[in-house]
């Protein structure tokens, strides 16, 4: 089984809907992160969570809400969808007391936003 | 953290090495160098990583410069499952979230 799984894998939404990603991990980290990604793109942060009470703004957090469930469980919220939301979204954990700073990533969501 | 610059693609035979280069002339002293690869659509997936000394591992080799702003990843001996796109980044390592994904080196393996 994986590590890291992602639900759904493929979304298909309408613009001003809410929608809700899932994340959920059974490789015990403390930490937990929300990508997304762009064609041709690399990966931009979005949130992050280095525990169950932490939440933290990434790089472009606006139109995006997270929720840290407990230990294995982060989900990303878009409370109004619009299409320009349309992307890869990745999540991943990293384990302080791992390698430095490695990061494992799910399969990724692909959302589309029409 | 330092920005990253990686040359947009590159072709690779199989069965030769792979020298991906990345240069991070920005790095600070406690920042470390760290490569992952996406194949196709996949997930990120980590490679190896350094901080001042060449790295090896089953996957691949990492040669720092010594003064440290530069890198590259080696592959020995690629084949047709390592074309990807491959991510050069440097962030602080443990405490860190910041990893800043550049646009990457996309690899291609020819048969």
């Known amino acids: 089984d994986a590590d890291v799984t992602q639900t759904p894998r493929n979304r298909i939404t309408k613009t001003g809907k809410r929608i809700m990603l899932e994340c959920s991990q059974t490789?015990?980290?403390?930490?937990m992160y929300w990508y997304r990604q762009d064609p041709g793109l690399g990966l931009r942060l979005i949130y992050y969570?280095?525990?169950?009470?932490?939440?933290n703004k990434g790089e472009i957090s606006d139109g995006y809400s997270v929720s840290r469930q407990a230990q294995a469980k982060f989900s990303l919220s878009l409370e109004s969808a619009i299409p320009n939301q349309t992307a890869l979204y990745f999540c991943?954990?990293?384990?302080?007391?791992?390698?430095?700073?490695?990061?494992?990533f799910g399969p990724g969501t692909r959302l589309l936003v029409l | 953290d330092a920005k990253t610059t990686q040359p947009p693609s590159m072709d690779c035979a199989e069965g030769r090495a792979a020298n991906l280069p990345c240069n991070h002339s920005?790095?600070?002293?406690?920042?470390?160098v760290y490569w992952y690869r996406q194949i196709h659509s996949q997930g990120p997936q980590y490679i190896i990583h350094?901080?001042?000394n060449n790295e090896t591992n089953e996957m691949a080799s990492l040669i720092i410069t010594e003064d440290r702003k530069s890198s590259t990843l080696i592959l020995p001996h690629a084949t047709l499952r390592d074309t990807a796109v491959y991510y050069c980044?440097?962030?602080?390592?443990?405490?860190?979230?910041?990893?800043?994904f550049g646009t990457g080196t996309r690899l291609k393996v020819l048969a």
């Open positions: 350094g901080l001042k």
């Open positions: 920005t790095i600070s002293g406690n920042e470390y």
């Open positions: 969570s280095f525990d169950v009470k932490d939440i």
């Open positions: 980044i440097v962030s602080a390592g443990s405490g860190t979230y910041k990893y800043i």
């Open positions: 490789k015990g980290h403390d930490r």
């Open positions: 991943a954990t990293s384990d302080p007391a791992g390698p430095l700073g490695t990061q494992y």
